[in-house]
């Protein structure tokens, strides 16, 4: 079956980086466009960023735009979020996902397999 791991989530401080990494399993993967979304206690899941198939197409939320960077290795089944110059209000659990259209989509119905969440603290 497909699964989605999502590692590299920890305590930072304000202003510090974050790393995380998206392993998939049991499928295609060069086939999906993968998302990175996010959510905060009390409050809804959020589209942070998502990458095309290739690689070649990106895109991000409002809020973590200029900060974050997503990049992808089909060779290794990896999606990875590269996050700089991290606030509090990013403190959230962080989910992978993986869509099998092939452009850059943000509504979280549109994605088809979801990992189980890291935990990203930033501390004031």
């Known amino acids: 079956q497909v699964q989605l791991v999502e590692s590299g989530g920890g305590l930072v401080q304000a202003g510090g980086s974050l790393r995380l990494s998206c392993a998939a399993s049991g499928l295609t993967f060069s086939r999906y466009a993968m998302g990175w979304f996010r959510q905060a206690p009390g409050k809804e899941r959020e589209f942070v960023a998502a990458?095309?198939?290739?690689?070649?197409?990106?895109y991000y939320g409002d809020s973590v735009k200029d900060r974050f960077s997503i990049s992808r290795e089909n060779a290794k089944n990896a999606v990875y979020l590269q996050m700089n110059s991290l606030k509090p209000e990013d403190t959230a659990v962080y989910y992978c996902?993986?869509?099998?259209?092939?452009?850059?989509?943000?509504?979280?119905?549109?994605?088809?397999?979801w990992g189980q969440g890291t935990q990203v603290t930033v501390s004031s």
């Open positions: 996902a993986a869509d099998r259209y092939s452009g850059t989509r943000v509504e979280l119905r549109q994605y088809d397999y």
């Open positions: 990458i095309s198939w290739s690689g070649g197409s990106t």
